[in-house]
């Protein structure tokens, strides 16, 4: 199994601009997760999806931030306008029924200069 | 409301010395309880679970933890602690959906 893949692994921005970061799940997971690592707030979860509808997003910071699951083999978080303080490391993770373990992408490191 | 702490914001330990990571959770219901462990830029690796059974689990990399219901932990073990074992340890809790992390504890093992 490939594993969850994310992309980009790396991206540099200038403030105002738009981000994208895509998610794929692995194949016949029915969960997916996006959580947000940083220095000063560790792992926090952003939002969750199960069967590609939007669980919980208590956790998405502010109406810059988005997400959505189009389908169940794809999906994106999106930030705009960027800001300086968005900088951080964003996962992707994916799991099947509920109470099943999850599995981490290697992450998409952004900067926003 | 679930949750997870973990005590220790750094743990060191001498090679070829026991290690413990110490966990504790709250949640309502039966936890399923999980650690996982992240080296420098990488994504979290799953290491081992407790979903149900004996209370000893035995994961990956000589990796062990014990759930203990009465003190409502769940704390990572191992026998010898190996240089290649330094990195950051996350303890997690997962309720029917939603999956809380706790603050991570670093693991340095000295040689």
């Known amino acids: 199994d490939a594993g969850v893949i994310q992309s980009p692994r790396h991206e540099v921005t200038e403030m105002g601009q738009e981000v994208t970061l895509r998610c794929k799940p692995i194949?016949?997971?029915?969960?997916l997760f996006w959580y947000r690592q940083t220095m000063m707030r560790g792992l926090e979860l952003l939002i969750y999806?199960?069967?590609?509808?939007?669980?919980?997003d208590s956790g998405m910071p502010e109406d810059r931030f988005s997400a959505k699951m189009p389908n169940a083999s794809f999906s994106t978080l999106k930030i705009q306008p960027s800001e300086p303080r968005d900088s951080a490391v964003y996962f992707c993770?994916?799991?099947?029924?509920?109470?099943?373990?999850?599995?981490f992408g290697e992450g998409s490191w952004l900067t926003v200069v | 409301a679930q949750s997870v702490a973990q005590p220790e914001d750094q743990v060191n330990v001498a090679e070829g010395n026991p290690l413990t990571v110490k966990c504790t959770y709250s949640?309502?219901?039966?936890?399923?309880l999980f650690w996982y462990v992240q080296y420098p830029n990488r994504g979290l690796q799953f290491l081992l679970k407790y979903i149900t059974g004996d209370n000893l689990v035995k994961g990956s990399y000589g990796f062990e933890a014990e759930f203990n219901k009465s003190q409502t932990s769940f704390h990572l073990k191992k026998p010898s602690a190996l240089v290649s074992d330094s990195a950051l340890y996350f303890c997690a809790v997962r309720d029917d959906q939603k999956v809380t992390f706790g603050t991570g504890t670093k693991l340095q093992v000295i040689p």
């Open positions: 194949s016949g997971h029915d969960y």
């Open positions: 993770a994916s799991s099947r029924t509920s109470g099943n373990t999850i599995y």
């Open positions: 999806f199960n069967n590609n509808v939007p669980i919980d």
């Open positions: 949640v309502s219901g039966n936890p399923y």
